[in-house]
């Protein structure tokens, strides 16, 4: 924090100095400010020198009057909920105004589906974040922007990486083994998500949304309940995220504009672990206790211990951020432009982790004739993503780093990495993490391209035609080498010693066309009937092909690509495979007297993922709003801008899974050197949709001329005919098929407040969600739960999915503490026959929390502006698994141990919860109760972040007047700067197997989040 206040007020000074205010003959101003439509006086109305700090507010009879006014200036006068205004002086020394309403947020354009619609007429729940909200946080994707802005919106990143998975959830989940990801879409384009690279490290992926600029998004609308994403039918149940690009203005001056962001990137806590002299004390004694020799194993005081490395210290860095953008828009009456040009550099805080991405975007419309337009939107990146393993990889760096014993050195004497054939080498399993880091070659080139071309043709002012093409082309390659100096290339038997390599790719590509026809009229007195009509149909193929080989034996290290190099080339394959969709779709809406609202949509879509008699599927919803405060007897209610009881009813649908899972499959196969085709899964005629009925009711106002904005939402939501796997005995062959089996139910409750708190000088805005889903697993295929996650000793698993319970369930032991006459583990004996096994068993936590949600505060005087952010979740449970290893009870002596086996059982009648370490090296996990998965490794991982704390400035204009600069804002930011949490782990919100419904909450030596630092500066010409 030191840090940041000092770089922060060294940065403002020397904007401050570097600017000066011209000397101009000033005059005091005079005058009175009224509303327009009835001429009551307005107090507390701001009146300000456009361009400077001068300003003031009008008294109780809406009286001004403001000193040392420039000639030449302009007056501005604004207040909430009216329009402002902007007044040149001239040679006048008293100016009364009248001020327009002007309810920004009821009049709100929002896209809904395939159409726009105002705000106050929206009969379902949309929720709307737009640029402001997430442009002085330095995001890597779209997805990452909305964490903590929407109510009922679940974001979680699975690890701090740079460009690594994330999970977004909307209203909980929906399914078991089906995607559980909104759909996004890209100005009308669905683009891919999740991840993009052919391999994952440890569960962890990267992720397809760092591939786009962040930067050029105007606004972003999540389409919530069924009557809002029912039009986009079976990809929706999931929620839908409709993403708009920034594009040019009518009749506006072309305005540039250049941004600079440059910072340093930091974890946000490491792990507190043994030094040499502690840990050499703990195994000495758990060597004792199991009744061996210590100085045998050579665990010798002073001899032992004379190394102390930290080598979590060892693999992190502090990072370096920045970016840089260029930017146009503009536009007349026929044409509009926006093109910008960004490049983006982030440093991670491991040692050789870095993401590199250059994008570019052109958005063009225009206007042709009077009835034929045409538009295109264009969006090009190249990424790379240099990883490095993690996580679950017995090599990975951090997870390694966390692991290895401090005894040993990453270098020798001499300065050199130590590797396998080095004496000072650790071996397994702690390898050496920093040259795990340094030696690799991990690399994901990433080439993105987002293009669609839209033409328009108006028959009638109300009645238009429009159609779109595009593509959503996504290429990828993974190069992969690890030299002899590393465990795999040079410590696995397997690989031989001497090199290995993988060199992979990958091409995704999604064609859409789709085609609109819209109509709206009127009827009746004061148009007092109104109608709006959408008839449409989309076709969408996507084909996947992939490929890789695999090398190994290199003659030297220098040679590291395959081709003439790799002896042995022993490994590889390519993969083919599309899908596509059809679909036929239409709305309808009308209004009464603008005060009762009622719409209907339907899709029929058929998927390629189906057999023949099930391919079609049919997601109808309607929904209906009540405007109570057109009504009569709420005109004494004058404070009410709007209040609006809205309902909606309606099926959607999923089919993302794999292609061709209702066809018996056939593999290559090879028996006694013969060659021929054997079954590699079972087919399922019958395999079809999976539906989500979904209910929402809620209600919408707006009070006191948009001071006070609150949105309530209550949903039931129902899937059934879940796409899982039936199980079949092993017996067969197959361990089952894909059928569809089971139901989830998500019920919830959210709320969305936005407030003007202070509207004078001082300007202080609040935006507020909370959120509560409560997710059940309401049947499966037969009364047999199934069991997910990591194996476990103990119990079978770390998860269940079982009837009654949520998704993301743990399993286990109940652990109910250590003995204080033995030190050994105490645990629940459900069965009651006195002994404890896997058949004890039970329920022991829950990774969904029961309220997630955001807060945001804005302050602003004068040219000043500071927004606090704060992020949380509640009752979320974390199953700590990277304790089984770091509190291990002396199951083995070959990791380093937690700080909390210092409060273990030492001697009879301590009182503590971690039990005594005793090693016996032919022990066997299951022959070890002390180390049995229980409720011991589950914790609380409720959380409070200050997510993203800004601080900017506009330098006035005319300081700027000389240098022909529109404008310049600096800008001071910090993510990540503080985290209030009882968990124990670094992270809260890290979840190790990335993207997970069943087995989501896990920790297993998983790369913390990372703050960062940044100054900025815009400038607009």
Not at 444 to 461: C, D, Q, R, S
Not at 465 to 474: E, M, Q
Not at 763 to 783: G, P
Request: with cysteine.
């Amino acid at each position: 924090m030191n840090i940041f206040l000092r770089f922060g007020l060294s940065f403002f000074v020397s904007i401050l100095l570097f600017c000066e205010l011209s000397a101009q003959q000033t005059r005091t101003i005079t005058g009175k400010v009224t509303q327009s439509e009835d001429n009551e006086v307005m107090p507390g109305v701001s009146v300000s020198v456009k361009g400077t700090t001068n300003g003031t507010l009008t008294d109780v009879s809406g009286n001004y009057s403001i000193s040392n006014v420039p000639e030449k200036s302009l007056l501005v006068f604004s207040f909430i909920g009216r329009q402002t205004m902007e007044v040149p002086i001239g040679n006048r020394a008293t100016i009364n105004v009248q001020l327009e309403p002007n309810v920004t947020e009821l009049t709100q354009v929002v896209i809904t589906g395939y159409k726009t619609e105002q705000r106050r007429d929206i009969r379902g729940s949309i929720a709307t974040i737009t640029s402001d909200k997430f442009k002085d946080i330095p995001v890597m994707g779209m997805d990452q922007a909305l964490q903590g802005q929407v109510a009922g919106v679940q974001v979680t990143q699975s690890s701090g990486t740079p460009g690594g998975g994330i999970s977004v959830r909307v209203r909980g989940s929906t399914s078991i083994s089906a995607s559980n990801r909104p759909l996004f879409i890209v100005d009308g384009i669905p683009v891919e998500d999740g991840a993009l690279g052919l391999r994952d490290f440890g569960g962890q992926n990267d992720n397809a949304f760092s591939t786009i600029n962040t930067n050029d998004i105007e606004s972003i609308e999540i389409l919530k309940d069924a009557s809002a994403k029912a039009i986009y039918g079976s990809r929706a149940a999931n929620g839908v995220v409709l993403v708009t690009t920034k594009r040019g203005k009518s009749n506006s001056r072309t305005t540039i504009e250049g941004d600079v962001q440059r910072g340093f990137i930091e974890v946000v806590r490491k792990p507190e672990l043994l030094n040499s002299k502690e840990l050499l004390e703990l195994q000495r004694e758990a060597v004792i206790n199991g009744g061996g020799d210590p100085d045998q194993l050579g665990l010798i005081p002073g001899v032992t211990d004379a190394i102390n490395t930290d080598w979590v210290d060892a693999v992190l860095r502090r990072a370096i951020y920045q970016q840089y953008q260029l930017s146009a828009r503009g536009g007349n009456e026929r044409t509009r432009f926006y093109t910008s040009i960004n490049y983006r550099d982030e440093e991670g805080v491991q040692l050789n982790n870095k993401f590199v991405r250059f994008s570019g975007t052109l958005n063009l419309d225009h206007k042709a004739t009077d009835k034929l337009s045409f538009g295109n939107n264009l969006m090009i990146s190249r990424t790379r993503n240099d990883r490095v393993k993690g996580d679950n990889f017995l090599d990975g760096v951090y997870s390694g780093a966390i692991k290895s014993l401090p005894y040993y050195s990453p270098y020798n004497e001499q300065g050199q990495l130590l590797g396998p054939n080095s004496p000072g080498y650790p071996g397994f399993p702690n390898f050496n993490p920093v040259g795990q880091a340094l030696l690799p070659r991990f690399q994901t080139f990433t080439t993105k391209i987002v293009a669609g071309l839209t033409a328009e043709y108006a028959f009638l002012p109300n009645l238009r035609f429009r159609t779109k093409v595009s593509t959503d082309y996504n290429g990828v390659t993974d190069d992969q080498f690890e030299p002899s100096t590393t465990a795999i290339g040079g410590y696995l038997p397997s690989v031989g010693g001497k090199g290995y390599g993988i060199y992979g790719s990958g091409t995704y590509i999604t064609l859409n066309n789709s085609n609109l026809l819209t109509y709206t009229f009127t009827k009746g007195e004061n148009d007092k009937h109104s109608f709006d009509f959408l008839l449409g149909n989309e076709l969408l193929q996507r084909t996947e092909r992939t490929a890789s080989v695999q090398g190994r034996l290199y003659p030297r290290d220098e040679f590291t690509y395959i081709s003439g190099a790799g002896a042995i080339v022993d490994d590889g394959g390519s993969f083919l495979v599309s899908n596509g969709l059809v679909s036929f779709f239409g709305e309808a809406k009308y209004k009464f007297k603008d005060k009762y609202l009622f719409g209907a949509t339907a899709r029929y879509d058929g998927s390629s993922r189906f057999g023949r008699g099930k391919r079609y599927g049919v997601f109808p919803s309607v929904s209906a709003a009540w405007r109570i405060s057109s009504e009569d007897f709420m005109k004494a209610y004058t404070f009410f801008d709007d209040l609006r009881l809205k309902a909606s009813y309606g099926f959607t649908g999923n089919e993302r899974i794999g292609d061709f899972q209702f066809l018996t499959q056939f593999g290559g196969s090879n028996y006694n050197g013969a060659t021929g085709l054997s079954p590699s899964a079972l087919g399922n005629n019958n395999l079809q949709w999976e539906k989500t009925r979904e209910i929402n009711v809620g209600i919408e106002t707006s009070l006191w001329s948009g001071r006070l904005g609150v949105t309530l939402d209550v949903y039931s939501n129902l899937t059934s005919k879940l796409l899982n796997t039936f199980p079949l005995p092993t017996t067969t062959g197959f361990g089952g098929f894909q059928g569809n089996i089971g139901s989830v139910s998500n019920k919830g409750v959210e709320l969305s407040v936005n407030a003007v708190i202070v509207d004078r000088v001082i300007k202080w805005r609040t935006n507020f969600n909370i959120s509560h889903n409560k997710n059940r697993v309401e049947s499966l295929a037969d009364s047999l739960p199934l069991y997910r996650g990591y194996e476990a000793s103990g119990s079978s698993n770390t998860n269940i999915i079982k009837v009654g319970e949520p998704l993301g369930t743990f399993w286990g032991l109940q652990f109910l503490g250590v003995d204080p006459a033995t030190g050994d583990a105490i645990y629940r004996d459900n069965t009651g026959d006195g002994t404890i096994s896997a058949d004890d068993a039970q329920v022991i936590g829950n990774a969904q929390p029961k309220l997630i949600g955001g807060i945001t505060n804005t302050f602003s005087w004068k040219n000043l502006d500071l927004s606090v952010f704060f992020q949380f979740s509640y009752g979320n449970e974390i199953l700590n698994f990277s304790n089984t290893t770091l509190l291990n009870s002396g199951q083995d002596i070959l990791n380093n141990q937690s700080k909390a086996a210092l409060r273990r059982w030492r001697k009879e009648g301590d009182i503590t919860d971690i039990p005594r370490y005793q090693y016996n090296p032919d022990r066997s996990e299951e022959d070890n109760p002390n180390t049995y998965m229980s409720s011991r490794f589950v914790e609380d991982g409720s959380y409070l972040r200050l997510k993203n704390i800004s601080l900017g400035y506009n330098v006035p204009k005319e300081w700027l007047s000389r240098f022909k600069v529109q404008s310049i804002r600096v800008l001071l930011s910090a993510t990540n700067l503080i985290t209030l949490t009882r968990y124990t782990g670094a992270d809260p919100e890290v979840s190790t197997l990335d993207g997970s419904t069943a087995a989501q909450g896990i920790d297993l030596f998983t790369f913390p989040q990372v703050k960062t630092i940044m100054a900025g500066i815009t400038v607009g010409f």
